[in-house]
């Protein structure tokens, strides 16, 4: 039983950034649970990016924490993955969209990964946190 | 794409899909875990959660449902990654 797809009133902007956290995140390996767990809930194969608010990576950090302790991310532009046959869903709370996929496959995962670029260093990341004792 | 060592975690979580409240949900099957049958959390435990890339995380079981784990990401200094 899959989950309603509840999306957001919202269009592609023209210049839409949208940024994968992670350097080894569009592994093949990665790609494949993060496909899977999409499929899961909504019954279509994609996996989740998150926008950069006109550009601004503090701003995106505050909607979502979890961006400052990631040291590295890879970068798209919407308009690049729209063009290309990778339609992008406004899913869940902004800044969170769903890049879909035809198929989880090797083939598929390739192609999509050949419109991100980086891995560059993350604007928005606090530093490594203390280790626990 | 390089090479951050895996270190040991108990399930694995794709930082992309953390909500604006470090709420994430992560699958059993997809972790480490696994064929763990020991492994079988429930709500209130503390988990370390990893991506194979940053160094692993803790967070608190909200719920289960078989297979699938609600957990809650702490980012507090005291808990907030594990060496």
Request: net charge negative; aromatic share 10%; hydrophobic share 45%.
């Given at each position: 039983?899959f989950?309603s797809?509840?999306?957001?009133?919202?269009?592609?902007?023209?210049v839409l950034?949208?940024?994968?956290?992670g350097?080894n995140?569009l592994?093949?390996?990665?790609?494949?649970?993060s496909?899977a767990?999409c499929?899961a809930?909504?019954?279509l194969?994609g996996?989740?990016v998150?926008e950069?608010?006109?550009g601004?990576?503090?701003?995106?950090?505050?909607?979502?924490?979890?961006v400052?302790t990631?040291?590295?991310?890879?970068?798209?532009h919407?308009?690049d993955l729209i063009?290309?046959?990778?339609?992008?869903?406004?899913?869940?709370d902004?800044?969170?969209?769903?890049?879909?996929?035809a198929a989880p496959?090797?083939?598929v995962?390739?192609e999509?990964?050949?419109h991100?670029?980086?891995?560059?260093?993350?604007?928005a990341?606090?530093g490594?946190p203390?280790?626990v004792a | 794409?390089?090479?951050v060592a895996?270190?040991?975690y108990d399930?694995?979580?794709?930082p992309?899909?953390?909500g604006?409240?470090?709420?994430v949900e992560?699958?059993?099957s997809?972790?480490?875990r696994a064929?763990d049958?020991?492994?079988?959390?429930?709500?209130?435990?503390?988990?370390?959660l990893?991506?194979g890339?940053e160094?692993?995380?803790?967070?608190?079981?909200?719920?289960?449902q078989?297979?699938?784990?609600?957990?809650?990401?702490?980012?507090g200094?005291?808990?907030a990654?594990v060496?």
């Open positions: 039983m989950e797809i509840n999306l957001r009133e919202e269009s592609v902007p023209d950034v949208v940024v994968r956290l350097s995140t592994l093949d390996e990665h790609l494949a649970k496909a767990e499929h809930r909504w019954g194969w996996f989740s998150l950069v608010p006109d601004d990576y503090a701003a995106l950090a505050r909607l979502r924490p979890i400052t990631r040291r590295r991310l890879l970068f798209a919407g308009a063009a290309s046959g990778f339609p992008l869903l406004p899913t869940l902004a800044p969170h969209w769903t890049v879909t996929l496959t090797v083939e995962f390739a999509v990964r050949s991100f670029e980086g891995p560059i260093d993350n604007p990341w606090i490594r203390p280790p | 794409m390089n090479g895996i270190e040991l399930l694995w979580f794709d992309n899909s953390v604006g409240d470090m709420v992560c699958w059993i997809h972790g480490p064929d049958p020991d492994f079988a959390p429930v709500p209130g435990d503390w988990l370390v990893g991506d890339d160094a692993p995380l803790r967070a608190r079981v909200l719920k289960r078989g297979d699938r784990v609600s957990v809650q990401i702490q980012l200094a005291e808990s990654a060496a």
